[in-house]
């Protein structure tokens, strides 16, 4: 039985890659900050017949990462699959470049979710992930933490620099490249995916890609073959500049 764990799992893309996990008869533990929402998309999802467990997880709150931790410990003692996919946008602003102006609190509320979160949460959970036979990390990253991104003029972000947000996702891929680096030896794969830009409340109504279409990347790195890729950066299929 291959167990996932996915964060912010409630709505957008992380419900998506949960409902498709679990249509590939993957036990899904859907991770969500607000035990009222989780509890009825959990339901809802179990009504279909698929096997998805609703798991209170703020990954801001480390008392919430170590009652996950002693969840999976009692339960299935491993994990096969982490998807770091809870995150915020609080720049308000997605156009310009705020990186004079943005409030501290700002910068520190968006790190604490989007990066500080997916730090503890994986080193918390590492442990089972290293008893897993095919051990498989995703980070659902932005092309807007994108250095080369940043950096070319002819890129459609290129305009678009809200400084906290794209500052968490850089800080979350340097995360992937470190940490596939220091399981480079063994059968864990780390990938970062920017998803595209998806109709979710972070990517607003006028995104071109629906949530189930956001959501295949991450799945297909979730569930990646032993001769798939670690350490990398894409966009459906397309690697992204770091
Ligand atoms: N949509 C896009 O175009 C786009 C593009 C690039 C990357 N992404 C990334 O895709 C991921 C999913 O975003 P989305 O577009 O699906 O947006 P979304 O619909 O706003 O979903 C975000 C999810 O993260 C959860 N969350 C926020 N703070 C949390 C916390 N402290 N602990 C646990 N969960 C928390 C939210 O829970 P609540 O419902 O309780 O707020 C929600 O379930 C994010 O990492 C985002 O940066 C999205």
């Known amino acids: 039985m291959k167990i996932a764990l996915v964060t912010g799992a409630n709505t957008g893309i992380g419900y998506e ?12 533990l859907l991770g969500a900050r607000d035990a009222r929402k989780g509890q009825t998309v959990a339901k809802n999802l179990q009504e279909t017949g698929l096997d998805v467990r609703f798991v209170k997880l703020d990954v801001s ?5 170590n009652e996950i931790k002693n969840y999976i410990e ?12 809870a995150g915020v946008f609080l720049d308000g602003e997605w156009f310009g470049n705020n990186t004079e102006t943005v409030l501290m609190k700002t910068l520190r509320d968006t790190f604490d979710i989007n990066y500080f979160g997916a730090v503890e ?9 290293k008893k897993s036979e095919a051990g498989r990390i995703v980070n659902i990253s932005s092309a807007s933490g994108s250095f080369g991104v940043h ?7 290129y305009a678009l620099k809200p400084y906290a947000y794209s500052a968490s996702k850089t800080a979350l ?3 992937t490249v470190f940490l596939a680096h220091a399981l480079r030896d063994t059968n864990i794969k780390v990938n970062a995916v920017h998803p595209g830009w998806v109709q979710t409340a972070i990517g607003s109504e006028r995104a071109p890609l629906t949530p189930a279409e956001g959501a295949k990347m991450g799945v297909e ?22």
């Open 17 to 28: 890659i949960a409902k498709q996990l679990a249509e590939k008869n993957i036990t899904v």
């Open 61 to 65: 709150q480390s008392k919430d990462i």
């Open 74 to 85: 009692n339960e299935f003692g491993k994990l096969d699959i982490l998807v770091n996919n």
């Open 121 to 129: 949460l994986t080193q918390t959970l590492l442990p089972f992930i």
């Open 151 to 157: 950096l070319n003029p002819e890129h459609w972000l």
């Open 173 to 175: 891929n340097q995360f």
């Open 221 to 242: 790195l979730a569930i990646l073959a032993d001769d798939g890729q670690s350490n990398t950066f894409s966009e459906t299929g397309n690697q992204l500049p770091w």
